[in-house]
């Protein structure tokens, strides 16, 4: 199981870190991403990070400003974006993969087998 937290709202320039608790047979996760959905739009890709070397992907409308990360002991992963603008406004989506991702299928949505509730994150302009 995923279970998505950490949105809610911050102003323009701010910064705010996602969580997503993983549960159950955690070790056979390959890795996990992040996508996020706006209102009207198509679900995005924003950030992957695969398991096993740590090795990480961006969108190009995150880069430079996300961080994706795991903590092991938690069986926790993060998303931490900084300078946030109003287009950043979404539901953001934690999902799992249980397949070892290489880097161009990273942002593949059709990857992921599992998926997380979302969180709101909203941008005060």
């Known amino acids: 199981q995923l279970q998505a937290s950490g949105g809610g709202v911050v102003q323009t320039g701010g910064s705010l870190r996602l969580s997503c608790a993983t549960s159950?047979?955690?070790?056979?996760?390959?890795?996990l991403g992040w996508f996020r959905q706006a209102p009207g739009k198509e679900r995005e890709f924003v950030a992957a990070?695969?398991?096993?070397?740590?090795?990480?992907r961006y969108g190009d409308s995150v880069k430079g400003r996300a961080t994706v990360s795991r903590d092991n002991v938690k069986n926790t992963n993060y998303l931490q974006i900084n300078n946030l603008k109003p287009e950043d406004t979404a539901v953001y989506y934690c999902?799992?993969?249980?397949?070892?991702?290489?880097?161009?299928?990273?942002?593949?949505?059709?990857?992921?087998?599992?998926w997380g509730q979302g969180t709101q994150v909203t941008v005060s302009s």
């Open positions: 159950g047979r955690t070790s056979s996760i390959g890795g």
């Open positions: 990070i695969r398991w096993a070397d740590r090795n990480t």
């Open positions: 999902a799992a993969t249980q397949s070892r991702p290489i880097y161009s299928s990273m942002a593949r949505q059709d990857l992921y087998d599992y």
